[in-house]
């Protein structure tokens, strides 16, 4: 109960108007009460008030009843300090009691409450709590005493009540005023503390003192003051609305206000524990959680000190049932406090789970409402009672039964139909797992759902996935290393082990034998009851004597000739139950051997002798084969033995059950491997965080797969996201650069046999990546560095034995380290070519090239510098080497000698003098020893006589004939020219590659050298002006910056021209060795019939491509052969080369290439994958960085977003994710795309179509270009001929995000599509239009829309033309009009179009020798349909201007050479 005074004031005006009569009438009833002494003190023998605290406080002024205390005297403000002055006296003097008398002081404080200083209020809060606490430090002598008089009583009962009514009092009003400054200061704008919000912020630790009075007073047994000891309800409601008031506090849960908090607990624990509040306590706690969030700790931790420290567990139920009784309607209502409730429920869960138990069911029904926060936090209490108390292998039935209904509920909402409560509950599950919670038998199944939770469509849930899956591998049960291939041989084993003790046991385990007597005794009934049917039978049959009857069976039993023999038969009929046949034979066998010993007792027949015989032929036929065995007892020895073996068969069934276990773990965890390895490159970083945590945990426990992983984020180092760079760093510092190990020769052989296993392997990309971390490690100063590197070059030299791979990886490494410090590889470089380049160079073409690889990370540092470049002299041990190895190797066939030569021509260009030299001598050595060579093959042949014909000899696939060489070998012409097709293509390969870098050497090398000369020279030319020059150079400063501004100008373009001039004539020329080349490149592409080796041809056709580098005439004047390799090669890797190559060009040469754009998009419907990969790759590459103009091609990159390969879908996807950054460029394509997508002859389905269109439309957002759009698409109604570009264009106007603007459009562009509405296929789609858009329309659109359907589904029942047009309004008809001028335009005539990639022969079909090159054309229009939009727009509905739309083929501007070397 809260108590709030309204109006003071008028309580005081009130007194002092009728002061007279009041006060006689207070006179009159404190006369009444006894006399006061002359001290002030009252006479308690003769007190006979009571003290009744009021409802309201200003209800202690007004007339009381009889004997019902009253105050006399509201003190004005002015007069308050007095009278606290004497209040203060009258407490050093008196005691506590004195409050009796200057009760009326006090009061009058609260009466003026707003109006006296804030002095006043905290010198009565003082006082007041000095009365408490000597009370509290009186009474106990009082309580104690068993003589003491009832008045005396009843004055330390007032005493109490009255200073508790008034500390009480005065402490909520303190504590509002204190919350209503904190809003004022926090709201304010000056940060100036005024005097009172500074002496507020004292009320903290006066508050603390308050409670901690009110606690010690109300923790003695103050009950007996009262009568029959029933403290009044009026007087715990007091304290506890103040603690209430107190709680209301926003700031309450802070740490700073801890203690408060903490006197508040322990104050209300008092009131429940002693004075009976526990029903109020309950009810409290679930009204404030409604309003006030911040209180659901404070209250848990407030539940679980009452329920502990003070005994009252009862408080636990009644909360938890209040709780349980919310019904799902009303949590669902705003303002419930479903919030506080859910988080009061986590934090007393945690706090005291096992004393949740027995009200658990009361939540659970909470699992089945339709609060989602009420679900998280049940199952949040569940996992905590899981964790915490059902846990371990010490349960009882009982509780294991609860474990698994817990676990049972758990799993059901890892499918809750809401997102939070799956993440939540995947959070309960790893915390039950890292606390080893989970009982083995669950793991397998949490584990698969863990799984498949990773496809969830919440971000959170994903990542809870994955922070469980972590957690599984971080405390499974089974094995540090999980790999199912390396438990698969274990497993096996095993299970043959097993099989073999079960085996063992089956024959050591007795077959169970039945007894005969046993036997005996089950069919005697049945037997009696035959034979004496039998014999009566008999008995007939010798009086009657019947003939044939009997025949069949007469022959049945039959006797045999040994007596012994029929007892055996009549004791196996007996087995058989054929007890008939049995009776007869025995009767029968007793007249064919009446001497037998067996069957003497049937000479009287009779059924008890019959009986007796049957007996002693079936218990006898084997009582000597079971009866001694299963008379004797089992002896110690036997038991023993099968007792061993029953322990080791289970023994071994558990381990084989262990490792299934263990393997279907690995399993689960493999396959998770996979889902998250393709997280890697999510867009949500928390993600892509988890997943890197996880490949790191994955490669921890040596889980199979785990280093594709690993490998797959290594990219991320490149990563624009700080914080995926940093999780990446941090995870193979983890993994790679903190290794163990006791000395630091063990750490660093450690450190590198995981990078070395690592790098096995490992893609070009990935290397590169891998250089940036570990170049780190070299440049951080680690302890470890020198060591690791001495490591290196053991390993790379041979001084420790080691793998070709690790080998490998060791110099690569060591070219890492180069990166941080060149002297690594520079101070050793004679090592590196005596091991790698040496004698045995042939051997390891990838060890050599690797070793180019590491000596190539010198240059870095040079072309860094500023410095003249460091270059080695010709004569150089590395480059005599080089040139052996390549020239060498060129004669032999081995498949890794192109890589090498590649990086070694490259190194070449880098470090030599003079390299164009070097290389030239290599070429003429390279083309004499392919010469030699066939010189030496061919005398072979003339001593065999073995010497084939010309043309024979050009057809092998091995062999070719070269009828154009170079000129400059002469000398060799006399030899038959049949040469070597894969050592031909090699030196083909050699000359691309020097051609290649022979231009990059004269625009990166040779032109950064005349830049650096020209600096020096006008570096040095300043120098020798002096300061004469300066003074010059101040009078006219800015004639001057522009004079030399042009001189830098000028001399950048004349050194870029004569870079340019030497590529056009000199590298070309006839007396340079590389135009020699030339024409055998151009007949081995031309002529693939004649050259048909794969090798040759692919060699051939990069050379080529790269000799076309040099050029702009050298590009034009091949690229038509170029294209109709493109087109027609029969070679997939050929086609992908030239793709690549012809990219490269036009970046290079553009607007000689641009002309044939439309060649290079047809490779987009390339038969083979690879191809459409590649041409889609490059074809992004060169659109996003604006070297080709986007046109309507893009339709054949939009085809490849159906791909059946997902790779090649995925590319075309991020194709238009990239494009659609540029601002319209899609919305520009969209009409050109649908026009030639649905193309009749196309033959594209609808299905593929939707999907492509969806996927295009999805990044149309503006409502211009939707409104625009549908205009567009409506006008092409009018132009479309057949019925299913009718249908394409329906789907894609349904398709578009349609807006108002746009569907009034849609209704001015009625005529368009008006007549085709009678065919399904374009009905369907607009009246999905009007479906979307009536979904949370207004009412006044949604009548539109409505009237619009009406319209649509009246045409398509009813034709057009039975369809009356409705009324229209005058705005309708004005809307109209002006639309019907737009479309009175007449559209222009379709011009006819050559049509692309149509009706071509196939690649096989074709003839090589008889190749028909594609005619250029700078534009090839495809014959279909032309819209008249296309050409006619208004302007005003274009969202691009006219000059920004490319229609028609525009020359591409040529950077200058130096500008595209320094980007």
């Not at 801890?258 to 306590?281: E, F, Q, S």
């Not at 380290?817 to 690594?824: M, N, Q, S």
Request: with cysteine; proline share 4%; glycine share 4%.
């Amino acid at each position: 109960m809260c108590y709030k005074f309204e109006n003071p004031t008028a309580a005081t005006h009130c007194l002092s108007t009728d002061g007279t009569k009041r006060q006689k009438e207070v006179d009159t009833l404190w006369s009444s009460t006894g006399d006061i002494a002359a001290d002030g003190k009252a006479t308690t023998n003769k007190m006979s008030w009571d003290f009744f605290l009021p409802v309201c406080v200003g209800d202690l002024v007004k007339t009381g009843g009889i004997n019902q205390y009253v105050v006399q005297d509201v003190v004005s403000p002015k007069q308050l300090p007095s009278y606290l002055n004497r209040f203060k006296a009258a407490l050093r003097s008196q005691g506590p009691l004195c409050i009796l008398e200057h009760f009326d002081t006090a009061y009058s404080v609260l009466q003026h409450t707003h109006s006296v200083d804030l002095s006043v209020k905290e010198d009565t809060l003082e006082l007041l709590v000095q009365v408490v606490n000597s009370l509290a430090t009186s009474l106990p002598v009082l309580l104690l005493s068993t003589s003491v008089s009832a008045a005396e009583r009843k004055e330390k009962l007032n005493a109490v009540k009255m200073s508790v009514f008034l500390l009480c009092k005065i402490t909520e009003y303190l504590e509002s005023d204190s919350y209503r400054q904190s809003i004022i200061t926090t709201s304010g704008k000056s940060g100036k503390k005024t005097k009172t919000g500074e002496r507020l912020l004292q009320w903290d630790s006066e508050r603390d003192s308050v409670l901690q009075a009110l606690v010690q007073l109300l923790q003695l047994d103050i009950r007996s003051l009262w009568n029959l000891s029933l403290v009044e309800e009026e007087f715990i409601s007091c304290v506890t609305c103040c603690c209430y008031k107190l709680l209301e506090n926003p700031t309450i849960s802070h740490v700073k206000s801890k203690p408060t908090r903490d006197g508040i607990i322990h104050l209300l624990g008092v009131l429940i524990k002693k004075y009976n509040h526990l029903l109020g306590a309950s009810v409290k706690v679930i009204q404030l959680l409604q309003h006030f969030e911040q209180l659901s700790s404070v209250f848990a931790q407030a539940v679980c000190v009452w329920s502990t420290e003070y005994g009252m567990r009862a408080i636990i139920g009644e909360v938890i049932r209040e709780i349980g009784q919310k019904s799902s309607e009303e949590l669902a209502r705003e303002g419930s406090g479903v919030k506080a409730f859910s988080a009061f429920l986590s934090e007393l869960g945690a706090l005291l789970p096992e004393l949740l138990i027995p009200n658990i069911s009361v939540l659970i029904t909470h699992l089945e409402g339709e609060s989602h926060t009420m679900r998280v936090a049940v199952c949040e209490v569940l996992g905590e009672i899981l964790v915490r108390v059902l846990c371990g292998d010490k349960l009882d039935e009982s509780g294991k039964a609860d474990r698994d209904r817990f676990f049972d509920t758990l799993q059901e909402h890892l499918h809750d139909t809401h997102s939070h409560v799956r993440a939540r509950v995947l959070q309960v599950y790893t915390r039950i797992v890292n606390s080893k919670a989970l009982p083995l038998c669950r793991y397998s199944e949490v584990m698969s759902l863990a799984v498949g939770r990773l496809m969830d469509k919440s971000i959170n849930a994903v990542k809870s996935a994955i922070q469980l899956l972590a957690a599984f591998i971080a405390h499974n049960p089974y094995s540090c290393k999980l790999s199912s291939a390396d438990l698969k041989k274990p497993l096996e084993k095993e299970m043959a082990k097993l099989k073999e003790i079960k085996d063992k046991l089956m024959e050591k385990t007795p077959v169970p034998v039945i007894k005969a007597s046993e036997l005996w005794a089950a069919m005697e009934p049945e037997l009696h009851v035959t034979v004496l049917s039998e014999l009566d039978q008999f008995g007939d049959a010798e009086r009657k004597k019947p003939q044939g009857d009997n025949d069949d069976d007469d022959d049945d039993e039959n006797v045999v000739d040994d007596d012994r023999a029929t007892a055996v038969m009549i004791a196996q009929y007996l087995r058989v139950n054929k007890y008939r046949k049995a009776v007869r034979l025995c009767v029968k066998a007793h007249s064919c051997f009446p001497k037998s010993e067996m069957f003497a007792a049937l000479s009287t027949l009779t059924p008890e002798t019959l009986m007796n015989t049957l007996a002693l032929l079936f218990k006898g036929s084997d009582k000597d084969s079971f009866e001694p065995s299963h008379s004797l007892p089992s002896t110690p020895q036997k038991e023993g033995d099968q007792e061993a073996g029953d322990a080791e068969l289970k023994k071994q069934e558990m381990l084989v059950q262990y490792l299934r276990d263990t393997e279907t773990f690995a399993l689960q965890v493999e396959r998770a491997i996979s889902v998250i390895n393709s997280m890697l490159y999510w867009k949500t970083t928390s993600v892509v965080q988890e997943a890197v945590q996880f490949c790191v945990a994955v490669c921890e426990f040596s889980v199979a797969n785990s280093l594709s992983g690993v490998r797959k984020m290594l990219p991320l180092v490149w990563s624009t996201d700080a914080a995926i760079k940093d999780a990446v760093v941090q995870a193979y510092r983890r993994l790679y650069l903190n290794p163990q190990g006791e000395t630091t020769r063990m750490k660093a052989q450690t450190l590198v046999d995981s990078l070395s296993e690592l790098m096995v392997d490992a893609s070009l990309g990935t290397i590169q990546c891998l250089e940036e971390i570990v170049q780190e490690f070299f440049g951080s100063g680690s302890s470890l560095e020198s060591t690791v590197v001495q490591v290196l070059w053991e390993r790379f030299t041979g001084k420790t034995e080691t793998s070709a791979l690790c080998r490998r990886a060791a110099v690569l490494l060591l070219g890492m380290a180069t990166r941080a410090e060149r002297e690594v590889v520079l101070s050793n470089l004679d090592t590196l070519c005596s091991v790698a380049l040496g004698e045995k160079v042939t051997e390891d073409f990838l060890l050599a090239r690797d070793t180019i690889i590491t000596i190539c990370n010198i240059t870095d540092h040079i072309r860094q510098s500023r410095g003249a470049p460091f270059r080695l002299p010709q004569e150089h041990q590395l480059f005599t080497c080089l040139t052996h190895a390549i020239a060498e190797g060129a004669m032999m066939e081995d498949p890794h000698w192109q890589s090498f030569m590649e990086q070694a021509v490259r190194l070449i260009y880098f470090l030599a003098e003079c390299p164009d030299q070097l290389c030239s001598r290599l070429l003429q050595r390279t083309t004499r020893l392919l010469l030699d060579q066939v010189a030496e093959g061919q005398e072979v042949n003339k001593d065999g006589n073995e010497i084939q014909d010309d043309e024979e000899s050009g057809e092998q696939g091995e062999y070719c004939h070269v009828l154009s060489l170079p000129c400059f070998l002469r000398p060799y012409h006399v030899f038959s020219r049949a040469v070597n097709c894969v050592c031909l293509a090699q030196l083909l390969a050699l000359c691309g590659s020097v051609a290649f870098w022979q231009v990059s050497h004269l625009e990166r090398s040779v032109s950064s050298e005349l830049r650096r000369r020209r600096g020096e020279t006008e570096e040095r030319e300043e120098k020798e002006k002096g300061p004469s020059s300066k003074v010059k150079q101040t009078a006219n400063d800015s004639a001057m910056e522009e004079d030399l501004g042009l001189v830098g100008a000028s001399a950048e373009d004349t050194e870029a021209e004569l870079i340019r001039k030497i590529c056009e004539t000199e590298l070309l020329a006839e007396e340079n060795l590389l135009c020699a080349f030339l024409p055998l490149l151009v007949k081995v592409c031309s002529s693939p019939g004649r050259y048909s080796h794969p090798q040759l041809t692919t060699a051939a056709c990069l050379a080529l491509s790269q000799y076309m580098m040099i050029s702009p005439s050298i590009c034009e004047e091949h690229s038509r052969l170029m294209f109709t390799v493109l087109e027609r090669s029969a070679l997939p890797v050929v086609r992908a080369n030239a793709i690549i190559a012809l990219g490269d060009l036009t970046v290079r040469f553009p607007n000689i290439l641009e002309p044939w754009t439309q060649n290079l998009y047809a490779r987009l419907s390339d038969e083979v994958p690879s191809v459409r990969q590649t041409a889609v790759t490059v074809l992004t590459q060169l659109v996003l960085k604006d070297v080709l103009k986007v046109k309507g091609q893009v339709s054949e990159v939009a085809v490849l977003l159906i791909d059946p390969e997902p790779h090649i879908a995925s590319l075309a996807l991020n194709f238009f994710n990239e494009l659609a950054s540029k601002d319209n460029a899609i919305y520009n394509l969209l009409p050109d795309i649908i026009s030639r997508l649905s193309d009749p002859e196309r033959c594209m389905s609808s299905e593929d179509f939707n999907t492509i269109m969806k996927q295009l439309f999805s990044y149309i957002t503006k409502e211009r270009q939707t409104e625009s759009l549908v205009e567009k698409l409506c006008h092409r109604f009018r132009t479309a001929r057949t019925e299913r570009q009718w249908c394409d264009l329906a789907i894609s106007l349904s398709l578009l995000s349609m807006c108002e603007r746009g569907f009034k459009r849609l209704q001015e562009c009625w005529e368009c599509y008006s007549d085709k509405l009678t065919e399904p296929g374009v009905y369907q789609p607009l009246l999905a239009i009007t479906a979307k858009l009536r979904r949370g329309a207004k009412l006044q659109f949604k009548s539109q829309v409505d009237e619009f359907e009406k319209r649509l589904t009246a045409v398509h029942t009813r034709g057009l033309e039975n369809v009356e047009s409705p009324d229209i309004g005058e705005e309708d008809q004005k809307e109209e009009a002006s639309s019907d001028k737009t479309l009175m335009r007449k559209p222009l005539p379709a011009k006819a179009r050559s049509k692309r990639g149509k009706s071509k022969q196939s690649v096989c079909s074709r003839e090589d020798d008889s190749f028909v090159t594609p005619r250029k054309t700078r534009k090839s229009k495809k014959p279909a349909i032309t819209f008249s939009s296309d050409e006619e727009e208004d302007e005003e509905d274009a969202v691009l201007t006219e000059s920004e739309t490319p229609k028609v083929t525009t020359p591409i501007s040529r950077t200058s050479r130096r500008s595209r070397l320094r980007n």
